[in-house]
């Protein structure tokens, strides 16, 4: 098992560009996040979603979109980006709370940096 | 809605001598509580949880946490420190909708 991977690992985007950060699993988990941690900082929770087909915002959605088609992907979108966005993003999963699972696995983060 | 502070920065703490990172909480319902560290450059690790039962969790590499709940506390101890545990320390509450709050951090240093 792979747990969570993210693509791409580092990427340096221009003032005004946009791109997707990547995110897969194959745990079957529903739900999956998106955080970002900047220097020193703890997380912040952009988006999250409870199964495929739902979505919501977090505590730092704005300049940022996401997508669940499927269970095992959750992509973040960032439309034109910022200096702000300059950060390290982290993806994570959780089982259904059912099977008294609940941890989050993180995969391994996106190192983005905006010029 | 739920919260989690945890009030120490930094621990420095020398290696053989014991560990105690500090985590505070505030939730509505039944708390599942969460501790997790970070090394340079990676992604979060699961170390331990309290969901039901025990009061004393046991987790890995050698950590385990008490739950208070009439402190809510959640404190991350370790009897004998290595320099290898210096590393970012987080706590973490999940909430409603699957939704986890995480402290700020608590960096520890390990000094040999």
């Known amino acids: 098992n792979a747990g969570v991977t993210q693509t791409p690992k580092f990427r340096i985007l221009k003032i005004g560009q946009s791109m997707t950060l990547q995110c897969t699993q194959d745990?079957?988990?529903?739900?999956m996040y998106w955080y970002r941690q900047d220097p020193g900082m703890g997380l912040k929770l952009i988006y999250y979603?409870?199964?495929?087909?739902?979505?919501d915002k977090g505590e730092v959605p704005n300049g940022y979109n996401v997508s669940r088609s499927t269970t095992e992907d959750f992509p973040l979108r960032l439309e034109l980006a910022a200096p702000s966005q300059t950060s390290v993003y982290f993806c994570?999963?959780?089982?259904?709370?059912?099977?008294?699972?609940?941890?989050?696995?993180f995969g391994p983060g996106t190192r983005l940096t905006v010029t | 809605a739920q919260s989690v502070a945890q009030p120490e920065d930094q621990v420095n703490v020398a290696e053989g001598n014991p560990l105690t990172v500090k985590c505070t909480y505030s939730v509505s319902g039944n708390p599942y509580l969460f501790w997790y560290v970070q090394y340079p450059n990676r992604g979060l690790q699961f170390l331990l949880k309290y969901i039901t039962g025990d009061n004393l969790v046991k987790g890995s590499y050698g950590f385990e946490a008490e739950f208070n709940k009439s402190q809510t506390s959640f404190h991350l101890k370790k009897p004998s420190a290595l320099v290898s545990d210096s590393a970012l320390y987080f706590c973490?509450?999940?909430?409603?909708?699957?939704?986890?709050?995480f402290g700020a951090g608590t960096q520890v240093v390990v000094t040999p």
């Open positions: 973490a509450v999940r909430g409603s909708w699957g939704k986890f709050q």
């Open positions: 745990m079957n988990h529903n739900y």
């Open positions: 994570a999963t959780s089982p259904n709370p059912g099977l008294l699972s609940y941890e989050q696995y």
């Open positions: 979603s409870v199964g495929a087909g739902i979505t």
